[in-house]
């Protein structure tokens, strides 16, 4: 089975430019989280959806990051506009309810 | 509040002896804790998790951990290192494993 795909692997941009991650979850899997990676702060959980539906996100940043997941096999995390101190990993993992998270290989996010 | 410590942000052991990396945790609900290990460039992957029954929990790689709800710890082990279980290593906690509380982490490095 394919595991959780994210895209780009890599994206190096401009301040103020608009970035989107991309992610695609493991089929059959109903929860989907977003979490940042830095090395200051750690593994931060940013946000986390229940079929398709935003339940807990306490943890973005602020109103520059939004999230959406349209559909059970997608979902997208926007910066914009994005700032130097957004650079960090960001990672989507997804899961089945009371089942261990399946993570993705990440985004690494680098903002000039 | 559920939270998560780590001692240690870096452990280094010789190849072939014990590795012991500590976690304590605090949750006000009978917890389910987990440990994940994250190698370069890589999303993280679950090594063993404890939900409820046998305190002592076998993982992937020859790890374990044991539950020790007297002491809050649910610490990792393994009885000879090898060299490709160097890597970061994170202990995460949550009520029901929808939302995960991680670590900080602690790196090991394993010397010839």
């Known amino acids: 089975d394919a595991g959780v795909i994210q895209s780009p692997r890599h994206e190096v941009t401009e301040m103020g430019q608009e970035v989107t991650l991309r992610c695609k979850p493991i089929s059959g899997h109903d929860y989907l989280f977003w979490y940042r990676q830095t090395m200051m702060r750690g593994l931060e959980l940013l946000i986390y959806f229940n079929n398709n539906v935003p339940i807990d996100d306490s943890g973005m940043p602020e109103d520059r990051f939004s999230a959406k997941m349209p559909n059970a096999s997608f979902s997208t995390l926007k910066i914009q506009p994005s700032e130097p101190r957004d650079s960090a990993v960001y990672f989507c993992?997804?899961?089945?309810?009371?089942?261990?998270?399946?993570f993705g290989d990440g985004t690494r996010l680098s903002i000039l | 509040a559920q939270s998560v410590t780590q001692l240690g942000s870096h452990v280094s052991v010789s190849e072939g002896a014990l590795v012991l990396l500590r976690c304590n945790y605090s949750?006000?609900?009978?917890?389910?804790l987990f440990w994940y290990v994250q190698y370069p460039n890589q999303g993280l992957q679950l090594l063993l998790k404890y939900t409820t029954g046998a305190t002592l929990v076998k993982g992937i790689n020859g790890f374990e951990a044991e539950f020790k709800k007297s002491e809050t710890s649910f610490h990792l082990t393994k009885p000879s290192a090898h060299m490709s279980d160097a890597a970061e290593y994170f202990c995460a906690v949550s009520k029901n494993t929808d939302k995960l509380i991680f670590g900080t982490g602690t790196r090991l490095q394993v010397f010839p």
């Open positions: 949750s006000s609900v009978p917890p389910y």
């Open positions: 993992a997804s899961s089945i309810r009371h089942q261990p998270q399946h």
